[in-house]
């Protein structure tokens, strides 16, 4: 059984809650947030293999940070890791649909399933799934909620009165 461990850190868009599996980055999770696990998966309290992580998100809030650098643990499907993988390569304060994600993919015909996966990501704003927008530039579906994922992209293209921290 692996080992896991969990804390909390603030932020402009609530509390945080870093999950940790043998020492590696395995969530983020928001408040209220749509497929947050339960609390109980989390592991013992223990803020040790976090500072970094910390370090890293306080940078990104302060507006000093754009790309994280940090070991992560994605736990999910091969199709999932694909998704979350193409994630991570949406620059700083851009966007992509859905369908722009399935076609990088290679595979056209797959936004839906392309969305899903987004929906799933276990380590929020570090894999930047709020990068993600519908065709017509709507802000569809974020799993923690479009007020967050609205303030996340203002922050990222530059509102001043999101760089909180």
């Known amino acids: 059984m692996p080992d896991k ?78 998704v979350w993988g193409q994630l991570r390569k949406i620059p700083y304060g851009e ?5 722009e994600l399935a076609e990088e993919l290679g595979k056209p015909g797959a936004s839906r399933a392309v969305g899903l996966a987004n929906g799933k990501n276990p380590i929020g704003i570090i894999v930047p799934c709020h ?8 802000l569809t579906g974020y799993g923690g909620g479009l007020d967050r994922k609205q303030r996340l992209l203002a922050f990222e293209g530059g509102a001043e009165d999101d760089a909180l921290f």
């Open 131 to 138: 990068r993600v927008i519908g065709s017509t530039g709507s």
């Open 95 to 99: 966007t992509r649909t859905y369908g």
């Open 5 to 82: 461990q969990h804390t909390i850190v603030e932020s402009p868009y609530g509390p945080l809650t870093l999950v940790a599996t043998d020492g590696v980055l395995s969530g983020l999770y928001m408040t209220a947030q749509r497929h947050r696990p339960p609390e109980e998966t989390f592991g013992v309290p223990d803020p040790g293999p976090f500072g970094e992580t910390a370090r890293q998100l306080e940078a990104y809030f302060g507006g000093e940070l754009k790309d994280f650098d940090l070991e992560m643990r994605l736990e999910g499907t091969e199709f999932q890791r694909c």
